[in-house]
């Protein structure tokens, strides 16, 4: 009892005094998370340490006098360090000027804590909201077409697909706020069915995060970043846009925010009319005939979104549930049938997605716990119609193979706990748990599932005095259709005053998808089969780069980068065209990719241009006798930014250029072959300006200035009894577009 009282009273003497300070730090328009927070006494010296919650919040203890003054040093990615003395008790609010030579490089994916870009230990790139909008760029695959080391495949009904650093969809993981994106038809998501409207920024990650996210994450991720941070009261944004070959854009959102806690909702319609080679440049449509130029090469396409979400902070949680909704109709019309042209086939897809789910986030002093919950649903049904082009009456066909529904869900949930701001390691380890079924009509037994079970962790071990970092990490699986082998991977980083170098060696597994082992899919465009003989891919990727990074007087900022790699595949799964012209999914044995990519940039305040060349080798078992080892293609891209009268107005120039390019097939002796795409250039360009104090932006140009539009496809078998020839549909021709942007928010 003696020594209990004796505890106390020392305890009562030593803390006699002590305060405990409150502090917030913001931006301009958000709140700060993971700020670090330096300080010490006038009367210690030692320097203590704390990080900003979610709230942008953090409390120090500290005994305030004459004698004993706190200093401060606040220290957050993107920003000037500030610093600053406490000589009072009360609460302090800081407000952190942006650093214009880093300004909007932080990113999330694959990162235990907000990093920035050039601190990452992955290669990143960043697009921004800005870029997006000087772009007038309405869905994903708009703004991805201008980027080194991605290519944009399109198709007329099952949308734009993406192949990276020579790979293809399959292994490119699509990610929206860290949701996997459902609904791959032909090994690709439908691109063009991911709005931008309500995207903050997007963040693609050059290499593997198997670890992080598994299979499909071996080429690469892309993560779709939405805006969170609002301020308080209403925040608003309206927008337009029409596009001279017939799209009517209408999209909207409003935020509402009180004491930290945000209610947003969004919607929108897109309308594309359909365009045809055929069809004279016009600015304004006008009435046609229903006759034969009622199929057209590129469909009519009618879309309806809509989002809710609700950001609640509790203390130091921060709880985010969402609803998302979309919908989607094309229309297929078919030529009218002979001999009078009065009756024709049309074809209608419908596609329907609803995703929910909710984000769960617990802050500590230097760590955290993060969990994402969700519940995905896809939805693809095709109708066929028997039309009278007289009185346009229309009638359900009656044969059964014209009809068709399709349905995919996905039962997902992540969780993680991470250290960070150690001083010398941090870690992360995670459990990650994804169901998927399909059912319908063309799924073989009309029902099937897979499921994936996996647990994940990694490392980052500073050493060097902080100039090196490594990070390695490994992922194990249970897969209930096929067996998972530990995927491991190491990543590594290197500062060296103004360079940085790069290396990772990273395995991967992908196991076949339902689509390719149970789905079949007939229409007058396309016959694809799955195949049940189907067997995992399994991959390595060795990866490194260098980049340097130089400021000048502090507002001009150059950037040079150069990245090689080699992806080497076994049992590679793609689509191969059969003699009869149907497609199936097959092995093609072992296939490697190797290439390098150079990139330079130039930024300041009224000017900035990015450049990139990259070239891609492709090898596998059937080019290397008779192509070659690697048969190559190269890729160039560049966009350009004139800002004038204070960054009010600016000019921008895109351009890419896709050279040619192999795919392959198969015939009827089941002989793998390959047809060479052509190459082809494509060029956009706009002007925008900001008016009404900058709330409204308006941005016109001309989109395919070079006027693409189709691409020659030869196929050649080597044993000579096989030749094709054809035509590509690529990019839809040349047009002008208008948008207007309106920002709105209560004072």
Not at 284 to 312: S, V
Request: hydrophobic residues 35%; proline residues 3%; contains cysteine.
């Amino acid at each position: 009892m003696k020594s209990y009282l004796l505890f106390i009273s020392l305890l009562t003497i030593f803390t006699n005094g002590i305060t405990q300070v409150s502090i917030q730090v913001k931006s301009k328009n958000d709140l700060l998370p993971y700020v670090k927070i330096s300080y010490h006494s006038t009367l210690n010296s030692r320097v203590n340490f704390t990080l900003t919650d979610l709230n942008g919040e953090a409390k120090i203890n500290y005994k305030p006098n004459s004698k004993n003054q706190l200093f401060i040093q606040l220290n957050a990615l993107g920003y000037i360090t500030v610093y600053d003395t406490l000589i009072a008790t009360k609460n302090y609010t800081f407000q952190l000027t942006p650093d214009n030579k880093l300004l909007g490089e932080i990113c999330v994916t694959g990162e235990y804590m907000p990093t920035l870009a050039s601190q990452s230990v992955h290669k990143i790139t960043v697009i921004h909201k800005e870029d997006i909008l000087k772009s007038g760029a309405s869905t994903l695959n708009d703004i991805l077409t201008y980027q080194t080391n991605i290519r944009i495949e399109q198709d007329n009904i099952l949308g734009a697909g993406i192949s990276m650093g020579g790979m293809s969809g399959e292994n490119v993981k699509i990610l929206q706020d860290g949701v996997p994106v459902i609904g791959r038809l032909d090994g690709n998501v439908d691109l063009s069915q991911i709005n931008l409207e309500n995207v903050e920024k997007i963040e693609i990650v050059n290499g593997p995060l198997s670890v992080n996210y598994g299979t499909n994450a071996l080429a690469g991720t892309i993560n779709i970043i939405t805006k969170k941070n609002l301020k308080n009261g209403w925040n608003g944004n309206a927008m337009a846009y029409y596009e001279s070959t017939g799209n009517y854009n209408l999209t909207g959102n409003l935020a509402y925010t009180h004491k930290k806690q945000t209610l947003k909702i969004n919607g929108g319609r897109k309308y594309f009319d359909g365009w045809d080679p055929n069809e004279k440049f016009i600015t304004l449509p006008k009435e046609t005939l229903a006759d034969t130029n009622r199929d057209l090469q590129w469909n009519p396409k009618e879309q309806y979104f809509g989002e809710a979400q609700l950001i609640l902070n509790l203390k130091k949680w921060q709880v985010n549930p969402y609803f998302r909704y979309y919908q989607e109709k094309i229309t297929n019309r078919g030529y009218p049938s002979a001999p009078y042209l009065e009756t024709a086939f049309d074809d209608y897809y419908y596609t329907k997605r609803i995703d929910q789910g909710v984000n769960i986030s617990k802050s500590f002093k230097k760590s955290s716990i993060k969990g994402l919950f969700a519940y995905n649903y896809f939805n693809r049904a095709k109708n066929t119609y028997y039309k009278d082009l007289t009185d346009l009456s229309q009638i359900l066909s009656s044969d059964p193979s014209s009809q068709d529904t399709s349905i995919f869900d996905l039962v997902m949930s992540r969780v993680s706990y991470q250290t960070h701001g150690r001083k010398w390691f941090d870690f992360q380890i995670g459990t990650d748990i994804n169901v998927e079924s399909t059912r319908g009509e063309k799924i073989v037994d009309k029902h099937q599932s897979i499921g994936d079970y996996a647990i994940y962790g990694s490392a980052e071990i500073n050493a060097l005095k902080n100039k090196l970092t490594i990070k390695p990490g490994a992922r194990y699986a249970y897969n209930t259709v096929f067996k998972s082998p530990i995927t491991p991977s190491i990543n590594l980083k290197y500062n060296l005053k103004s360079l940085q170098f790069r290396a990772s060696i990273a395995s991967g597994f992908r196991a076949p998808t339902l689509k390719e082992l149970y789905y079949t899919f007939v229409d007058i465009n396309h016959n694809i089969f799955g195949n049940t003989d189907l067997v995992p891919e399994k991959s390595i990727n060795y990866n490194a780069s260098i980049n340097w990074l130089k400021s000048i007087n502090d507002k001009d900022l150059i950037k040079i980068g150069g990245q090689i790699f080699y992806n080497e595949f076994s049992n590679l799964i793609t689509l191969g065209l059969i003699d009869d012209g149907t497609y199936t999914y097959i092995n093609i044995g072992d296939y490697a990719t190797q290439g390098f990519n150079v990139d330079f940039s130039y930024r300041q305040s009224k000017f900035k241009v990015n450049t990139a060349f990259s070239y891609i080798g492709r090898h596998n078992t059937v080019n290397s006798e008779d192509l070659g080892d690697f048969i190559y293609s190269p890729e160039v891209s560049g966009n350009l930014t004139y800002n004038l009268f204070k960054n009010k107005y600016n000019i921008n120039l895109f351009y890419k250029y896709n050279g040619p390019i192999l795919s392959y097939g198969i015939d009827a002796e089941n002989t793998i072959y390959t047809n060479q795409n052509s190459g082809y250039s494509i060029m956009d360009a706009s002007v925008s300006g900001k008016f009404l104090q900058k709330n409204m932006r308006l941005t016109m140009g001309v989109k395919n200035i070079l006027n693409v539009q189709n691409i020659q496809a030869v196929g050649n078998n080597t044993g000579s009894t096989h030749a094709t020839s054809n035509n590509i549909a690529t990019a839809r021709g040349r047009s002008i577009f208008i948008s207007i942007n309106y920002n709105f928010k209560s004072k």
